[in-house]
C-alpha cells in the first residue's frame, strides 16, 4: 500500500537549511523563542527529581515521578482535537501562561516549606501536560504555516532548537542548583516561558479548516488517517519502542549519578550538556542526512547505538565514560524527529493534524512512564547496572524488526 500524501501538495525537491526562508520570518522566529523556554523546562527536569531525590532517595520514587508526571499523555486525542479547532497561536499563548503560573506555584509552596512529595508529582504532571499541549500546538502551526518544500528544513530547526535546549538546560541548571539553590532555579525556568509567549503574539493567524468530532469519535479520523499512512504509522510505533527502553534508563540516571557515583548537581547536570555534543552534532546535519539516506538504514543506527549507551551507561565511574554513553544513548534524535514529523506532515491533510499528532504522541509519549517505573522496579531488585544492559540488549535486538516494517528502502528525500 502506498502512503497517500495530501491532495493540496505536490512533493518537492528538498534543498537542506536554504530552503528555511521559504518559511514565514513570524514562525522562525518563534522557533529560536521555544529555545529559551526549552532550556527553562530543562531546569525543571533536573530541579523535581533532585527534590524527590531529597525527600526519598530511592529509585521506586524517581520511577513513579517519571510515569505521573506522563499521565496527561492520556488526554493528547482530545487536546488535539482542541488544538484542530482553534487558533494556534491563542492556544500557544495562553499555555504559556498557564506554564508560568504553575512555576510560580511550585516555587512559592518550596519557599514556604509545603512542597510535599505529591505536591512534586503534581507540578510534574501538570507542566508536561501543558508542555505536551504546546507542542501539539506547535505542530499544527507547522503543519498549517509552512510551505511544503521548506518543511524538512523548518523541522529540523524545530528539533535542534529543542535538542540543544535539551542538552545546555542541566549544564546551567546544575550549576544554578548548587551554587544558588532549586528557588533561583524554578525562578529562572518560570522567566524563561516569556521567551515564547512574546514572539507567539506575532504568529500568524491560522483557522481551522473544520470542527472536528468530539467524545470517543476523536479517535476515528486519527487512527484512520495513520492507517492510511503506513510509513508514519511505522516510524511512530518505532519511536515509541526506543522511547520505552530509553525512558527507563532516563528516569534513573539522576539517581545512579546521586547514589552510586555520588556527584553533586553542578557535575550531573555539566555531564548532561558535554554529551549532547553528538546528538546536537547529528542535528545540525540533520537535513542531509534525513534526505541522504534510508529510513531503515538510519533507524537501525540510532536503535544499535542507543543501546550500546544504555549497555555502557551502569558501568561507568568517571565523567568522560558518561559523556560517551549518554550522548550515544540519545543519539540520532534530532535526525529520526525529522523524519517522523515530516513524513506525517506530508501524508496527513491539515484539517486533522492535530489529532494525528496527537495520536502519535501519545503512542510515542506513552511508554516513557511504563519504561520508568518498571526500571525503577527492576532496578531495586536487580541494580542499576543489570537494569541499564537488559534495556540496552532489548533496543539492540529491536533493530531487527524495522526490516520487517514497511520503512525498508523508504527515503524521504527525492
Known amino acids: 500500500m502506498r502512503d497517500r500524501p495530501d491532495a493540496r501538495d505536490a512533493l518537492r525537491p528538498v534543498g537542506g537549511w536554504q530552503a528555511l526562508r521559504l518559511c514565514p520570518r513570524p514562525v522562525v522566529t518563534f522557533l529560536y523563542g521555544t529555545f529559551a523556554s526549552d532550556v527553562g523546562q530543562g531546569f525543571f527536569r533536573l530541579v523535581l527529581p533532585w527534590l524527590v531525590y531529597n525527600l526519598k532517595g530511592t529509585p521506586e520514587a524517581l520511577g513513579t515521578l517519571a510515569a505521573i508526571q506522563f499521565l496527561p499523555g492520556l488526554l493528547l486525542p482530545w487536546l488535539g482535537a482542541f488544538v484542530d479547532r482553534s487558533d494556534v ?36 504532571m501538570l507542566a508536561t501536560g501543558l508542555g505536551m499541549l504546546a507542542y501539539n500546538a506547535q505542530n499544527v502551526l507547522l503543519r498549517r504555516a509552512t510551505p511544503e518544500p521548506a518543511r524538512v528544513s523548518v523541522n529540523a530547526l524545530s528539533a535542534i532548537v529543542f535538542t540543544v535546549a535539551w542538552y545546555i538546560s542541566p549544564g546551567l541548571a546544575g550549576p544554578t542548583i548548587s551554587r544558588l539553590g532549586i528557588a533561583w532555579a524554578l525562578g529562572i525556568n518560570a522567566l524563561a516561558y516569556v521567551f515564547v509567549l512574546v514572539p507567539s503574539l506575532f504568529l500568524p493567524h491560522t483557522a481551522p479548516e473544520a470542527a472536528p468530532a468530539r467524545g470517543i469519535a476523536v479517535l476515528r479520523p486519527a487512527w484512520a488517517a495513520l492507517r492510511r499512512a503506513p510509513s508514519v504509522l511505522h516510524i511512530t510505533l518505532v519511536f515509541a519502542f526506543w522511547n520505552f527502553t530509553w525512558g527507563g534508563v532516563y528516569a534513573l540516571e539522576v539517581f545512579f549519578f546521586r547514589s552510586s557515583l555520588h556527584w553533586n548537581a553542578a557535575e550531573v ?35 544499535g547505538l542507543s543501546g ?4 555502557l551507561l551502569g ?100
Open 315 to 414: 558501568f561507568v565511574h568517571s565523567p568522560w565514560a558518561a559523556i560517551v554513553a549518554v550522548g550515544l544513548l540519545d543519539g540520532a534524535v534530532a535526525p529520526v524527529s525529522i523524519i517522523m514529523a515530516t513524513l506525517s506532515q506530508r501524508q496527513v491533510a491539515s484539517a486533522i493534524y492535530g489529532r494525528v499528532s496527537a495520536m502519535q504522541s501519545l503512542v510515542v509519549n506513552l511508554p516513557l512512564p511504563v519504561g520508568g517505573a518498571l526500571a525503577g522496579v527492576l532496578a531495586q531488585s536487580l541494580g542499576i547496572p543489570v537494569t541499564f544492559s537488559l534495556l540496552g540488549l532489548v533496543t539492540l535486538m529491536s533493530g531487527g524488526a524495522v526490516l520487517r516494517s514497511g520503512l525498508r528502502r523508504l527515503r524521504l528525500g527525492t
Open 89 to 124: 497561536r491563542r492556544v500557544i499563548a495562553a499555555t504559556s501562561i498557564l506554564q508560568i503560573v504553575v512555576t510560580l506555584a511550585t516555587l512559592l509552596l518550596f519557599l514556604s516549606g509545603q512542597l510535599s512529595l505529591w505536591l512534586i508529582y503534581l507540578s510534574a
Open 308 to 311: 550500546l549507551g544504555m549497555a
Open 269 to 303: 547536570g555539566l555531564v548532561g550538556m558535554a554529551a549532547g555534543l553528538f546528538p546536537v552534532a547529528l542535528g545540525i546535519i540533520g537535513p542531509f542526512l534525513a534526505e541522504r539516506l534510508r529510513i531503515d538504514h538510519l533507524l537501525i543506527a540510532t536503535l
